[in-house]
């Protein structure tokens, strides 16, 4: 008997031991892989250029876009930072505006009913059909693109929050009830906290939707000068035929986009992998 | 604590709420309750007992205050105050992003007290149900058992006149369900509380109770009362007891007349 209980032992021990390495080889790769495809395409990128002898007017190699990259910097960081405002302010509006609306949608039925239909036209209507008539309403272009980027954002947010609002379990709703909650409470105690994945899911969709509003409105305001984002560099430097830089604005609109996903990723974690179901690492 | 330093016997309990003719309609056709009577005493450990749809949760809602009768009155004698009900539902009805302290504290977090002021009273009512080592864990690493310790525990807080309880073991296994069952008592041994259990079983009601109200099905009523008369503490021996066994059949009989009154099958 006590042989047989040795054996399972250690055949438990060699099962978990395979696990472990299972799984650490999974953590390795979930990082190792991405970065290992990544620096093949570059790699290809750049062959495919001197192979072919492609010139760099039509389609620069990786190296010269980094290059330009780094001298065209004072330039291109200018441009980062008016993108990054538009963006991040247009995402900060959306939250608030998102979630308020979604507040106020929760507290009564009739005004969810009124204006839920003009969030969904906002919603489906083409940012690009709406936005040059933005700019001839709109004196400033700050403010323009503001709305724009706006537009685009806030009704993931609205929506995802509306419907985390309504989610609340019943018995818990019944349960506030015998308690005597007020209003006040149950939204801060009992709905906001219901609310807080899908939220946080909605913001995951509108940090990227915040940075195509903002770079497409850019496009459509055109006049650049002093003070233009990303999106007119792309512009300017198509018209110069100057690619390599397009390539290079075009890396650094790529890589806010990342920067944003991953922030907001992050944060929904932070705040969810205590308790959801989403953010919970389960044994098996 | 004031509370009283035992229960008194059946029929020389003071009384502490009464449902007299009650009745509740469900939009105007389904008759979920007709003229259903019921004097609840202290100290009184009553089931509800009765076929699926019988109105037993109706009931437990309309005491709660969540619903009110269609007609007739339910009164608490000398009215009712806050904290002087507790509830349990069938499952947990647990605040999962809220560590077990923070969901015990509720009761107390709705009446405007922080979470200071109250921990002598979480503590204790941790302490109650065993799951005092458990304060600040989440419930998501408790087991479903535990879980409902931690849901009894803050229906008792405040330490409420009477505990409203619907179905609350029945999405357990039988093994937890006896624990629990014995815990409760000995809960209930300690508060001097008043209980309302609803359940559909026979053997949990009259392991637990001194009164089994019986109830029939189409329209929801009471059909009929069954007192047991054995006395507590009641432990794992009065389980497989020769009483026990008598009272069980006592109660089956009951239901069962309860479900052929009118002709109504038990298979409806
Ligand atoms: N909110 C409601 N609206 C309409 N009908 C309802 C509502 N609540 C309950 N009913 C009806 O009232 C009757 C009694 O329901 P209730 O839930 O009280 O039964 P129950 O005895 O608790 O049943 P179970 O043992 O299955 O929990 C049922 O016929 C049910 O369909
Ligand atoms: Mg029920």
New binding site residues.
Partial sequence: MSTTDMNTATLVDEEELRYARAEKREKIAKWLLPVLVIALAIFLWDRMVVWNDIPHYILPGPGLVLETLIKDWGMLSDALIVTLKITLAALAVAVIGGVGLAILFTQSRYFEMSFYPFAVILQVTPVVSIAPLIFIYVDSRIAGLLLCAWIVAFFPILSNTTLGLNSTDHNLRDLYKIYGATRWQRLRYLQLPTALPYFLGGLRIAGGLSLIGAVVAEYVAGTGGIGSGLAFRILEAGYRLNIPRMFAALLLIAATGVVIFTAASLLSHALLHKWHESAIKRES | MTLPPSIPPMGQRDKLLEMSNVD?V??GT?V??KDMNLTVNQGDFISLL??????????L?LISGLMRPTSGHINWEGGQKTGDLGVVFQEPTLMPWATVEQNVWLPFRLRGKSIRDVQDEIMWALKMVGLEKFQKSYPRELSGGMKMRVSIARSLVTEPRLILM??PFAALDEITRHKLNNDLLELRDKLKCTVIF?T?SVFESVFLSDRIVV?A?RP?RVSSEVTVDAPYPRTEEFRTSAEYAELCRKASDALHGAMNEHGTRASA
């Fill in positions: 509740k469900f939009g389904v979920a309750l009765g076929p699926s749809g019988c109105g037993k949760s109706t009931a809602r619907d179905e609803v559909h109830m099905a929801g």
